[in-house]
Protein backbone atom coordinates (compact mmCIF):
# COMPACT_ATOMS: atom_id res chain seq x y z
CA UNK A 1 0.00 0.00 0.00
CA UNK A 2 3.48 2.01 0.73
CA UNK A 3 4.19 1.88 -3.13
CA UNK A 4 0.66 3.36 -4.13
CA UNK A 5 0.82 6.10 -1.30
CA UNK A 6 4.25 7.31 -2.71
CA UNK A 7 2.85 7.54 -6.55
CA UNK A 8 -0.04 9.05 -5.09
CA UNK A 9 1.88 11.99 -3.57
CA UNK A 10 4.11 12.37 -6.97
CA UNK A 11 1.39 12.50 -9.09
CA UNK A 12 -0.19 15.64 -6.80
CA UNK A 13 2.78 17.15 -6.49
CA UNK A 14 3.93 16.68 -10.03
CA UNK A 15 0.24 18.41 -10.30
CA UNK A 16 0.66 21.25 -7.92
CA UNK A 17 3.76 22.45 -9.43
CA UNK A 18 3.23 21.92 -13.27
CA UNK A 19 2.83 25.72 -14.11
CA UNK A 20 6.38 26.19 -13.53
CA UNK A 21 8.15 24.50 -16.41
CA UNK A 22 7.79 22.88 -20.17
CA UNK A 23 6.15 20.10 -21.08
CA UNK A 24 7.47 16.31 -20.87
CA UNK A 25 9.91 15.26 -23.62
CA UNK A 26 9.03 12.50 -26.08
CA UNK A 27 11.61 12.21 -27.93
CA UNK A 28 14.70 10.84 -25.53
CA UNK A 29 17.31 7.75 -25.74
CA UNK A 30 19.39 6.98 -22.28
CA UNK A 31 21.08 4.14 -20.91
CA UNK A 32 22.99 3.71 -17.94
CA UNK A 33 23.18 1.33 -15.02
CA UNK A 34 20.37 -1.63 -14.14
CA UNK A 35 19.92 -3.80 -10.75
CA UNK A 36 17.58 -6.64 -10.50
CA UNK A 37 16.69 -8.09 -7.35
CA UNK A 38 14.44 -10.91 -7.52
CA UNK A 39 12.53 -12.37 -4.15
CA UNK A 40 13.98 -15.44 -2.67
CA UNK A 41 16.71 -15.76 -5.01
CA UNK A 42 19.13 -17.22 -2.69
CA UNK A 43 21.98 -13.74 -3.42
CA UNK A 44 21.27 -14.32 -7.27
CA UNK A 45 20.87 -10.58 -7.57
CA UNK A 46 22.34 -9.78 -11.22
CA UNK A 47 22.76 -6.28 -12.62
CA UNK A 48 23.93 -4.87 -15.88
CA UNK A 49 23.47 -1.71 -18.51
CA UNK A 50 20.17 -0.94 -19.89
CA UNK A 51 19.38 1.23 -22.98
CA UNK A 52 15.52 2.69 -24.17
CA UNK A 53 13.76 5.48 -25.87
CA UNK A 54 10.81 6.79 -27.07
CA UNK A 55 9.53 8.85 -30.04
CA UNK A 56 6.19 10.87 -30.25
CA UNK A 57 4.90 10.36 -33.64
CA UNK A 58 1.86 12.30 -35.24
CA UNK A 59 -1.51 12.35 -32.91
CA UNK A 60 -0.41 12.09 -30.01
CA UNK A 61 1.03 8.21 -30.92
CA UNK A 62 4.62 7.49 -29.39
CA UNK A 63 6.56 4.57 -29.88
CA UNK A 64 8.83 2.86 -27.11
CA UNK A 65 11.64 0.67 -26.13
CA UNK A 66 14.11 -0.71 -23.76
CA UNK A 67 16.91 -3.36 -23.37
CA UNK A 68 17.96 -4.62 -20.28
CA UNK A 69 20.95 -7.32 -19.61
CA UNK A 70 21.62 -8.51 -16.25
CA UNK A 71 24.73 -10.30 -15.22
CA UNK A 72 25.48 -12.60 -11.94
CA UNK A 73 27.39 -15.86 -11.85
CA UNK A 74 28.35 -16.09 -15.13
CA UNK A 75 24.07 -16.30 -16.14
CA UNK A 76 23.02 -13.93 -18.51
CA UNK A 77 19.48 -12.83 -18.17
CA UNK A 78 18.29 -10.19 -21.21
CA UNK A 79 14.99 -8.23 -21.07
CA UNK A 80 13.05 -6.48 -24.07
CA UNK A 81 10.30 -4.51 -24.35
CA UNK A 82 8.88 -2.73 -27.87
CA UNK A 83 5.75 -1.04 -27.42
CA UNK A 84 3.33 1.82 -28.66
CA UNK A 85 1.09 4.32 -26.88
CA UNK A 86 -0.81 7.51 -26.56
CA UNK A 87 -0.17 10.42 -24.82
CA UNK A 88 -3.18 13.10 -23.43
CA UNK A 89 -2.05 16.24 -22.21
CA UNK A 90 -3.74 17.05 -18.81
CA UNK A 91 -1.84 21.07 -18.93
CA UNK A 92 1.48 22.39 -20.80
CA UNK A 93 3.35 20.72 -18.25
CA UNK A 94 1.82 17.34 -17.36
CA UNK A 95 0.74 14.33 -19.58
CA UNK A 96 -1.41 11.20 -18.97
CA UNK A 97 -0.66 8.40 -21.22
CA UNK A 98 -1.29 4.50 -21.90
CA UNK A 99 0.56 1.84 -23.47
CA UNK A 100 0.87 -1.80 -24.25
CA UNK A 101 4.28 -3.73 -24.88
CA UNK A 102 5.60 -6.91 -26.42
CA UNK A 103 7.67 -8.48 -23.47
CA UNK A 104 10.56 -10.78 -23.62
CA UNK A 105 13.14 -12.76 -21.25
CA UNK A 106 15.84 -14.58 -22.81
CA UNK A 107 17.97 -15.82 -19.31
CA UNK A 108 20.40 -19.17 -19.70
CA UNK A 109 17.75 -21.49 -18.02
CA UNK A 110 14.19 -20.12 -19.73
CA UNK A 111 12.94 -17.71 -22.98
CA UNK A 112 9.30 -16.33 -22.81
CA UNK A 113 7.37 -13.90 -24.27
CA UNK A 114 4.30 -11.85 -23.17
CA UNK A 115 2.62 -8.15 -23.15
CA UNK A 116 2.41 -5.51 -20.68
CA UNK A 117 -0.31 -2.96 -20.73
CA UNK A 118 0.71 0.23 -18.05
CA UNK A 119 -0.99 3.62 -17.29
CA UNK A 120 1.04 6.41 -16.32
CA UNK A 121 1.70 10.30 -15.53
CA UNK A 122 5.00 12.38 -16.55
CA UNK A 123 5.00 16.17 -15.23
CA UNK A 124 7.95 18.73 -15.50
CA UNK A 125 7.30 20.00 -12.21
CA UNK A 126 10.24 22.91 -12.79
CA UNK A 127 12.00 23.83 -16.02
CA UNK A 128 14.84 20.89 -14.69
CA UNK A 129 12.72 18.33 -12.94
CA UNK A 130 10.43 15.69 -14.45
CA UNK A 131 8.37 13.18 -12.25
CA UNK A 132 6.94 10.33 -13.28
CA UNK A 133 4.37 7.73 -12.20
CA UNK A 134 3.49 4.45 -13.71
CA UNK A 135 0.91 1.06 -12.33
CA UNK A 136 0.91 -1.50 -15.66
CA UNK A 137 0.38 -5.25 -15.77
CA UNK A 138 3.05 -7.61 -16.43
CA UNK A 139 2.46 -11.09 -18.64
CA UNK A 140 5.47 -12.90 -19.02
CA UNK A 141 5.36 -16.42 -17.76
CA UNK A 142 2.76 -15.46 -14.91
CA UNK A 143 1.03 -11.91 -14.50
CA UNK A 144 2.00 -9.47 -12.07
CA UNK A 145 1.05 -5.95 -11.31
CA UNK A 146 3.27 -3.35 -11.27
CA UNK A 147 4.31 -0.13 -10.23
CA UNK A 148 6.86 2.13 -11.41
CA UNK A 149 8.25 5.89 -10.31
CA UNK A 150 11.32 7.93 -11.34
CA UNK A 151 12.42 11.12 -11.81
CA UNK A 152 14.99 13.03 -14.23
CA UNK A 153 16.93 16.08 -13.78
CA UNK A 154 17.37 18.13 -16.45
CA UNK A 155 21.25 20.07 -16.33
CA UNK A 156 20.56 21.42 -19.53
CA UNK A 157 17.47 21.48 -22.41
CA UNK A 158 18.56 18.20 -23.82
CA UNK A 159 21.24 16.41 -21.25
CA UNK A 160 19.47 14.76 -17.42
CA UNK A 161 19.77 11.96 -15.25
CA UNK A 162 17.54 10.25 -13.75
CA UNK A 163 16.30 7.52 -11.60
CA UNK A 164 13.62 4.49 -11.39
CA UNK A 165 12.08 1.88 -9.13
CA UNK A 166 9.63 -0.54 -10.44
CA UNK A 167 7.96 -3.02 -8.18
CA UNK A 168 6.76 -6.30 -9.92
CA UNK A 169 5.18 -9.19 -7.15
CA UNK A 170 8.65 -11.27 -7.01
CA UNK A 171 10.99 -8.92 -8.20
CA UNK A 172 12.43 -4.98 -7.96
CA UNK A 173 13.93 -3.38 -10.73
CA UNK A 174 16.24 -0.15 -9.87
CA UNK A 175 18.04 2.25 -12.94
CA UNK A 176 20.16 5.52 -12.97
CA UNK A 177 20.16 6.74 -16.53
CA UNK A 178 21.56 9.77 -18.63
CA UNK A 179 19.15 10.60 -21.17
CA UNK A 180 19.67 12.53 -24.21
CA UNK A 181 16.53 14.77 -25.31
CA UNK A 182 15.83 15.39 -29.18
Avoid: C
Avoid at 3 to 32: C, H, N, R
Amino acid sequence: MRKFSLMATLITGALSFSALADSPDWQYVEGGYTALDIDNAGGFDPDGATIGGKYMLKNNIYLSGDYSFFEDHSIDIDMLSLGAGYRMRINAMTDAYVGANYERIDSDFDDENGYSVNAGIRSRVTDQVELAGEIGYYDVDEGDVTVKVGANYYFTPQWAIGASYEKLDDADITQVTARYAF
